[in-house]
């Protein structure tokens, strides 16, 4: 999408032609066959996981991309997205934990950021999504669940960082101040390009201090997380629980109930 999209002054007419098939033969029609239930060859579209955003987002920046060339299917697909990713986005609710773990929590706010933008950009409209409960909690999440040298990794989670560059587009919608830096300074560890480009399409230069006060400690009855710590500076003290129970079916939920950092 964003290759059709931003080099299209550029493709000749065979290369778009060729792009334009592949994406109606590879991605379209199945998407719209697993929109209405017939197939199931992208389940990602209804799942209630990280995953729906991944899929859900990339369908809708390329229908979007290519609504001149298939207006009745892209517009299909587009109208069917935005209620789709209603499956996964009540898992943010209400105080914007995440249960698949804080790395699945970065890839889910940047996929679901991506998908809220594109929407906005293209359409003007957000239809209620940025009424959602929880979503404009989910930056906290992330921030309560890291110290200065990683974050507590429950779940399939890595250790160390979990960046997201899409925090930078909800601190914006919300209009939640003094935070940036904090995720910035996190964001310079992300081996990822593609978090560093949206770092800098999402970024901007106002409102770049550090003047947001967070709570030392956090209880997160949800998922029953706990995370404490002395203080927000280098060097702190640092402690995370994570109680249960453990539903084993949830993606990328792990038999962790009792771990702690």
């Known amino acids: 999408s ?56 990339g369908l809708s920046m390329l229908a979007f991309a290519m609504m001149d060339v298939y207006p009745e299917y892209t517009s299909f697909i587009t109208s069917n997205a935005i209620r789709s990713i209603e499956y996964m986005i009540e898992n943010f609710a209400p105080f914007g934990s995440y249960i698949e ?48 040298v990683g974050c507590f990794n429950y779940g399939d989670a890595e250790f160390g960082f979990a960046t997201s560059p899409g ?31 949206f770092s800098l399409l999402w970024y901007g230069e106002e409102d770049v201090t550090d003047s947001k006060e967070y709570d030392l400690d956090v ?4 998922i029953n997380l706990v995370t404490a710590r002395d203080s927000y500076n280098p060097g702190q003290i640092f402690a995370a629980f994570k109680g249960g129970p453990t539903n084993p079916t949830t993606f990328n939920a792990d038999m962790d109930m009792g771990s702690f950092v």
């Open 167 to 197: 925090l930078f587009y909800l601190f914006d919608l919300y209009d939640i101040k003094g935070a940036k830096q904090t995720v910035a300074s996190h964001s310079k560890y992300s081996s990822y390009t593609s978090a560093l480009a």
């Open 101 to 148: 773990g804080p790395s699945y929590a970065s890839i889910t706010i940047d996929y679901l950021s991506t998908f809220m933008a594109t929407y906005e950009s293209v359409l003007g409209n957000l239809y209620s999504l940025k009424e959602v409960e929880g979503i404009s909690y989910a930056p906290d999440f992330l921030v309560y669940d890291q110290s200065d």
């Open 2 to 57: 964003l290759a059709y999209d931003w080099m299209y002054d550029y493709w000749t007419p065979q290369q778009k032609k060729i792009m334009e098939e592949a994406a109606y033969e590879n991605c379209f029609w199945v998407a719209m066959e697993s929109y209405m239930g017939t197939k199931n060859d992208m389940q990602g579209t209804i799942h209630q996981n990280n995953h729906n955003t991944v899929v859900n987002s």
């Open 219 to 222: 209880f997160y009855d949800d």
